[in-house]
């Protein structure tokens, strides 16, 4: 019995009791605990990535209980990759942290860290819908504790928007679930992929519903617009190296639509048919216009950045709601560059703010270190507005080419290019006035000498952006992956089978028959 | 050498400069030659190769799924953009060397002019399109970084930025007509595409195709209506201007043009767009240029108008243009960069570029006057020089070609640019070096050393070297003017010599060179009648743009998100019921498969205590104590119902955590004001009340509809009915669900509970650092307190129930794998013990005798949980899976012991620990508030006669 599937998850989920209990007061310990737990998982992560990178999609199933009746685990290449994708950028974000003491300033942050980790671990891994539940509750708690890290009136305040909304979010995700529940008797993914399809055509209202509802909870978690409210002043507020991680967060929204969408509710399902083609994909557009143009009207380069994530996150669902194995390939590639170079842009962020008295974009005196940061801002931005040479222009040329063939290519081009130049335009105007216009600021000679960043926060965040440029120059393997996990989920038929007939505990194949009796 | 290395090469250098920065001038220059040179020969070893009419191609695949490959290719016309690009960068490496200040920051500026080299490179020699898309984003963004280089002018920024926003949009707009020409042709390798001329002008899709990539080469060529950003990115330093802004980048737009000829060419659209935007350029550039005061801006605009002229030739779409066309952008190459450089001399030598303010300059900068004297008449198109070739056979084509059925349009057009042109050479010549000395200059002029003098001349060699002797480039225009063609068209027969006899070019020539004597003569008089003239700043028309869509972006934006909540759940209200109302219009409605059970008047009385105590906690939700009360009762009800249905623990748990978050509550109301003040206007509330009543009549028809039809299978509950006693050694369904079936999420909800009550303490610790501390200090309770705040009565009851309570807790704990009760119930009722000797005797007291701190409760608790699902990791089975047995130890009677029940224990000590520890946070706020507190258990002790406490505001009360 291989135990390393539920590793990433139940590693973090050991090492944050554990820090609460032994080394509460004790920060070298905690640092020591968490770097080395961040490190195994990225180790143990990349092992299962591996594992799954031939197709084999691997079942964990938790207390012996055989799907649909107990919990099951799934490794499969899209649930190992966003597994190996967390966990890189919970490596660099945790360096920066250490680097820039970011965890010493408030209570618990790497208690809440693991957690937080196990709880996005979850959510990918998980085969239940239920469960899938509560790791998002874990995730959502855990966020919200790193999110008022150290306090602050503002910070407090974004905090309870935040909190609340996604509260509400989580409201309606039981809603569904029990619509779901009460519609199909089970909330195992593979066994409702199966149960949806015996769905009398002349009583579709109820799966409908209920599959709507699912996916307004994942939008929500997308932040797509106008879902999107909770995502622009809480990314802002939170601390950075927080905002860095929450990257990854957003993309948990995308994954489960991804999962659900392509698996238990696919495109050419009959009782679902036309539940989402008329929205998502102007919702997805309007996203990135709202991201980019709020990246240009923002007076803060905090919430130009957050705003830049729903502008990625637009781009991301614009592929997505192709719903097509070219959308979502383009849509993958696009994640992984979309979390890294968001989690870099945030880090970035921080850099400014530790040489400045504020983030207004607004020119102040330069201080030392300024001319890494701003080549530092020089390529985040660059990957993030999608020009050349980083990723984020191969990932647009992506989905640009996959829209070819659909009827609205005009709209998605239109709105893709001209949001692009907007946020061109926008980086352009911040990174003039944050790191060419505080040249003509002369240095106040009485001011007190600010530290330069030290080189660990350096090196995380050069260590983001290096991944950016390897996912760029290795883009052809990436997309060679990314279609492969896209063909793989375009054919779950091995994923449900191995998930429903493997026999576990009281499920003897040959005796009792329990599964039967619950098909 | 492999192509790979000459585009490489620069790329890779540019990390050298800035390396060799602290190793002084000369080496960050040389070393940045050496990079260049390196290049430049091993572009040069591929020449035998394209003389010989080889195509040399190299190829690596990069992205094969997208079909962006690095495969590049080498034919005439690349290597000639090729050569011209890191020929002339030498020149202008060597000229920079000596024109920039030693206060300037040398190995950033030669890292960047690298990078532009590698990019630019790249563009010439790209053989996939989307590489090349690659490459031409790359020059807008180092010509970005070039242009801003001297940071702290606010023309270099503004000038980079609308550079960076006005070639970057053309970018993009290529990006969408290089992905329609793929699609077309089914490939974006350039040899692929360019053998597919029918394929591509048949499509429907070729003029948007067409106009898509026209805006990314009119854009990066400066050509009408987007030539005002060229001037501006003048405020770069003088090598910058000589190097991308004349010779280089600004002609990968016309690269393109060429490049793209033979498949897009030829068509009517092609035509009118390019041959009328060159005609429009060519013509404004030359007379806007001739009343510009600034040196460079002068030399800019005219770039901007034979940038055009060019563009005019490559849109007649005839074999003869397209060789006039390569021509003159070797001619334009060779003396716009050496004015360009004896711009930046003058400026360098006179610390002005204001025409006004300079003249008489011969004598002071002899060297330099030769040069600029040559190479502005070559570009008058005087003979001789190599500007008057070209010029003559564009006038030839232009005269040739007939535009919006007109003959007279282009011919008299193109003489007029002419004109203009030769006047504004005229007046640079005249009123710069012409006239007397001045005694007036800013810094007293003088030739300047070899090092920025060289460069020019030497081409200005080449200026009159090929004005005299055209036959010895002859052959390699042809060449270059072949690859251009494609085998679309016959090479032009015509031999380009200085004397073709008396053809109407001649006369053309000579009337726009007299013509440009004249105005240069009337310059005065024209002036005036310019400067009288009102016309359209094109900078102030781009802010006025940006700074519109700004704050048009500001008020969007900042609409919008205004930071109200209420508005952001409406919105989302809004949205989830408007999909799930369209979800429900578009299905399908099956009959009922249930019949409604009829409601007892029991359930009615509890029905309508829910709805009664539901709608005074909306209508009395100010008043905060109220609303307490009335959330009490709703749990209350609820947990009947729970009885009512069945589901003894549910109702369990929903009434001990009723009373604990009740407690809890009470606390934190402590802190609060007592009324929620009105915020919202009559019509917003409004509006929620309509949304609110929306949405739940929407949830209360969904659970209508549900309950009335069965699940389309059987549900899984029934397995879990089936196999509780059998796989989970326990009778209560409900139990062996929580800790093994479901296990997994308890262990999930567990760590919630945790979480939240960490965060609760960190919270309380963030809020006693911050300005909080200060107001709760100086806080006065609005109402007396209490006189007796411990009674005697309640101290004594909370003492002796102790004991029972934590029999009870032990008890509900034990029987819970078979009967209602578990670890959670357990928890809840023990910490309602706790709870109550902090509320008998006060948080000081009770904390004092706190042997286990509760954080370590709660990381025990999850520690144990998770203790528990590894151990069947020893037996080789999954995380959580229980086991059980029965033993016997005399003189009890047989027992179960699971493994559940020690999950069972994680979650006890994880559920006491979180609900103490947000009990013992909320107590440290109150003691920070100055809460009186006493070290007795209770305050009047009858066993004690101490005098009463001067901090107790007894008397008061």
Redesign the interface.
Known sequence: MSHWIILPIVLPAFLAPFIVLAARYHIVIQRSVSLAGVFALVVVAAGLAWQASDGTVTLYQLGDWAAPFGIVLVADRLSTLMVLLTAVLAFFVLLYAVGSRWDYRGWHFHALYQFQLMGIMGAFLTGDLFNLFVFFEVLLIASYGLMIHQGGTVRLRAGVQYVLYNLLGSTLFLFALGAIYAQTGTLNMADLAERVQLIDPSDTVGIRIAAVLLLMVFAIKAAVVPLHFWLPSSYAEAPAPVAALFAIMTKVGAYAIIRVYTMIFPPDLEATAGLHGWWLLPAALVSLAIGMVGLLAARKLDRLVAFSVIGSMGMVMISISLFTAEGITAALYYIIHSTLAAGALFLIVDLVRSSRADLMLTAQAPVAGSALTAGMFFMAAIAMAGLPPLSGFVGKLLILDASFDTGSVAWIWAVILISSLIAVVGFGRAGSVLFWKSQSVAVDPGAEVQAAPSPLSYVAVGGLLALLVAHTVLAGPMTRYTSAISAQLFAPEPYIATVLDTPGKLSDPYSDTDEEEAH | MSLFLVVALPFLGALLPGLMNTAGRAACAGVTFAVSLAAFVGLLTNLPAVLAGEMVTARI??????G?NVTLMLDGLGFFFAMLILGIGLLIITYARFYLAREDNMGEFFTYLLLFQGAMVGIVLSDNI?LL??????TS?SS??LI?YW????E??QG??MA??VT??GG??M??GM?ILG?IVGSYDLSVILQNRELIQGSPLYLPALILILLGCFTKSAQFPFHFWLPHAMAAPTPVSAYLHSATMVKAGIFLMARMWPVLSGTPEWFVLVTGAGLITMVLGAVIALFKHDLKALLAFSTVSHLGLITMLLGTGTAFGAMAAVFHIMNHATFKAALFMSAGIIDHETHTRDIRRLGGLRHLMPVTFGIATLAALSMAGIPLLNGFLSKEMMLEEAYHTVLLDSHWLVPGLAVLGSLFSAAYCFRLIGHVFLGPVRDDYPHKPHDPEPGLWLPPAFLVVLVVGIGIAPFLVEPFVKLVTASVLGGTAELPYQHIKIWHGLVPALYMSIAAVVGGLIVVSAFNPLLRLWDAAPRPEAKRIFDAI?GG??RL??R???G??N?S?TR??A??TV??VA??Y???A??????ATRVPQVASPVQIAGWAMLVAATLGLVLLHRNRLLSLVLIGIVGLVVSVGFVFFSAPDLAMTQLTVEVVTIILLLLALNFLPNRTPIESTVLRRTRDAVLAVAAGVA?MA?SY???L?D??????????L??SY??GGGTNVVNVILV??????T???I??L???A??I???T???L???VRARLLNRKPTDPRAGDMHPMMMVVMTRVIMPVVMLVGFYIFLRGHNEPGGGFIAGLVVSIGFVMQYMASGFAWTSARLRYPY??V??????TA?LT??G??FV???????DYTYVRIPPFQEFELATAALFDLGVFLAVVGAVMLSLESFSRLARRAHVPDVEHPMDIDPSRDDPPDPLQPRTEA
């Not at chain 2, 389309?712 to 029934?718: K, L, N, T, Y």
């Not at chain 2, 093994?740 to 999420?745: E, L, V």
């Not at chain 2, 709660?858 to 520690?863: N, R």
Request: aromatic residues 12%.
């Open positions: 695949d990069w992205i094969p799924l997208l962006l989307l898309l690659v490459f031409w984003e790359l963004l970005f970084l801003g940071k702290h002018l606010p270099g920024r980079a930025r960076l926003t970057g949009m993009l707009a990006i969408g992905l699609n940006i869509v700004v972006s500001e969007v934006i900042h919008v998100h930071g909540f952001y759940a919105i989302m949205a989830v999909v799930g369209h979800a429900w578009t299905g399908t409605v099956g009959p949830t969904l509809h549900y309950l039809r699940t389309i299978s059987p549900s899984i509950s029934e397995f879990h089936a196999n059998k796989g093994d079936f479901r296990g997994f999420d262990y999930g909800e760590i919630v945790g979480i939240a960490l965060l303490y960190a919270l610790e963030a809020l650092d911050g300005p954080h370590g709660i990381g025990a608790g999850v520690l998770g699902g590894i069947s990791w080789g089975k999954p995380f959580l899976t229980s």
